[in-house]
């Protein structure tokens, strides 16, 4: 890999109205609007040179990237590594709840319900593109959610992750050339060996 593309989703039924979704079972599609940004997506993109498409395994990924690549021949792969955070009993309930939760407890304590702590979250997209920086193909273009997009571009400016972070534009697209998505990912690598909130 020489160059990767990051960029989340297009707005959701679910993102629109603010609420989790971590349970990539659990149908959430794009609303009108993040159509519209998908589309705006591939306009975009449209003269870049794409080699390989990676997503979540969540619907609202897949469609991100099916409309703006639609009429292209551009490689895919699902990466559940890339998978939103699995928020336990604060799935499918208001963002402004489990951002409270997260901010009242540390890194290493996983969301109540079967969720996810932000350590376990970090490990695993960590593992994610390390996979990725392996691959052979030049160009990866990366439809995933706010925080694996948010966290390595942070990274990449030598913030550590944070309980709450701002928002990812939706559909827009964020370019990391390989050396500096590796120094992020290693700076993640040493916040996961000793995690703590700045």
Same mark, same amino acid.
């Given at each position: 890999? !020489?160059? %990767? $593309? $990051?960029?989340?989703?297009? &707005?959701? &039924?679910?993102?629109?109205?603010?609420?989790?979704? #971590?349970?990539?079972?659990?149908?959430?599609?794009?609303? +009108?609007?993040?159509?519209?940004?998908?589309?705006? =997506? #591939?306009?975009?993109?449209?003269?870049?040179?794409?080699?390989?498409?990676?997503?979540?395994?969540? &619907? @609202?990924?897949?469609?991100?990237? /099916? %409309?703006?690549?639609?009429?292209? /021949?551009?490689?895919? =792969?699902?990466?559940?590594?890339?998978?939103? %955070?699995?928020?336990?009993?604060?799935?499918?309930?208001?963002?402004? +709840?489990?951002?409270?939760?997260?901010?009242?407890?540390?890194?290493?304590?996983?969301?109540?319900? #079967?969720?996810?702590?932000?350590?376990?979250?970090?490990?695993?997209?960590? /593992?994610?593109?390390?996979?990725?920086?392996? @691959?052979?193909?030049?160009? %990866?273009?990366?439809?995933?959610?706010?925080?694996?997009?948010?966290?390595?571009?942070?990274? +990449?400016?030598?913030?550590?992750?944070?309980?709450?972070?701002? !928002?990812?534009?939706? +559909?827009?697209?964020?370019?990391?050339?390989?050396?500096?998505?590796?120094?992020?990912?290693?700076?993640? &690598?040493?916040?996961?060996?000793?995690?703590?909130?700045?």
């Amino acid at each position: 890999m !020489q160059r %990767i $593309l $990051l960029t989340r989703h297009g &707005e959701s &039924e679910f993102s629109s109205r603010a609420l989790t979704n #971590g349970d990539p079972s659990v149908a959430c599609g794009l609303t +009108a609007t993040g159509r519209a940004q998908a589309r705006r =997506l #591939g306009e975009l993109l449209a003269d870049t040179e794409l080699d390989l498409c990676v997503t979540s395994e969540f &619907e @609202r990924t897949r469609e991100t990237a /099916d %409309i703006a690549l639609a009429g292209r /021949d551009v490689a895919r =792969l699902v990466l559940p590594g890339l998978n939103d %955070i699995r928020f336990g009993t604060f799935e499918g309930g208001p963002l402004s +709840a489990y951002r409270a939760w997260a901010r009242a407890h540390g890194p290493e304590e996983s969301a109540p319900g #079967g969720g996810e702590s932000r350590v376990e979250t970090v490990r695993r997209y960590v /593992d994610a593109y390390r996979g990725l920086l392996a @691959r052979s193909e030049r160009t %990866i273009l990366v439809v995933a959610h706010g925080l694996p997009v948010r966290y390595v571009v942070d990274a +990449a400016a030598g913030r550590a992750p944070a309980p709450a972070v701002a !928002q990812v534009p939706y +559909a827009d697209p964020f370019t990391l050339q390989r050396d500096d998505l590796s120094v992020a990912v290693t700076r993640l &690598e040493a916040w996961v060996l000793a995690p703590g909130w700045t």
